[in-house]
């Protein structure tokens, strides 16, 4: 069935670093891809997401291509701040069928100032 | 911006007792999910409901659990009898297509 893989965390970085927090799925077809936050005591947010090779998703300075060559949508923000210290998780779903969310483990971010 | 809201935000249950956790979903969506969070796992999927039936169901979802849409504005997810391994954060999703999900905040349940 279909699956995604995130890198593990949790993910501690400094104020202004770069990020990236790798995303690889296995699917058939040609799955969207979602990129999901969870702030703390909160529900999932949308992030950004792709519906095909080659688009690239961004929302609030986070981007993410989707690579269908490498089957991967990595998440990056060039310079991350104290409030993007949240958990990230990667999602697919199909066109066909009942369009259910397959989730990643999730990759909890911590952004020290 | 339209909200997918969730009550209760917690509860505590006797292991064995019937919970019921609600939802009520963006008013023009027209699929509903039940997803749940185990502490520190990921996300997984439990169950899809459209035009007033599922459309689709994991493993998880077994005959411990059971959904309704009772109202036409209310979407409810029942445990018969809960146990322990049964306490997780329950998201409530809806969606008009396959791309626009709204989660709500989540009910998590302790089951002791």
């Known amino acids: 069935g279909d699956s995604v893989t995130q890198m593990e965390g949790p993910v501690t970085l400094s104020e202004e670093a770069f990020l990236t927090i790798n995303c690889t799925y296995t699917?058939?077809?040609?799955?969207?891809l979602f990129w999901y936050v969870q702030y703390p005591g909160e529900g999932l947010q949308l992030l950004l997401k792709?519906?095909?090779?080659?688009d690239k998703g961004s929302n609030k300075g986070f981007e993410a291509t989707y690579r269908k060559e490498t089957t991967s949508f990595h998440l990056e923000k060039g310079s991350v701040q104290v409030s993007d210290s949240a958990v990230y998780f990667c999602?697919?779903?199909?066109?066909?069928?009942?369009?259910?969310?397959?989730f990643g483990q999730g990759t909890r971010l911590t952004i020290n100032p | 911006e339209p909200e997918v809201t969730q009550t209760p935000s917690h509860q505590v249950t006797q292991m064995g007792q019937e919970v019921i956790l609600r939802c009520v979903p963006i008013?023009?969506?027209?699929?509903f999910y039940w997803y749940r969070q185990i502490l520190g796992q990921k996300v997984e999927f439990l169950v899809s409901f459209y035009n007033n039936e599922i459309s689709e169901k994991s493993e998880i979802f077994d005959d411990q659990f059971s959904v309704e849409r009772p109202d036409g504005s209310n979407f409810t997810l029942k445990i018969r009898s809960t146990k322990l391994e049964d306490s997780a954060m329950y998201f409530c999703a809806s969606s008009r297509d396959r791309y626009g999900y709204t989660f709500g905040s989540g009910t998590r349940l302790t089951v002791v």
């Open positions: 008013s023009n969506h027209l699929y």
């Open positions: 792709a519906t095909k090779a080659d």
């Open positions: 699917a058939t077809g040609y799955p969207s």
């Open positions: 999602a697919l779903n199909q066109l066909q069928g009942a369009q259910k969310l397959v």
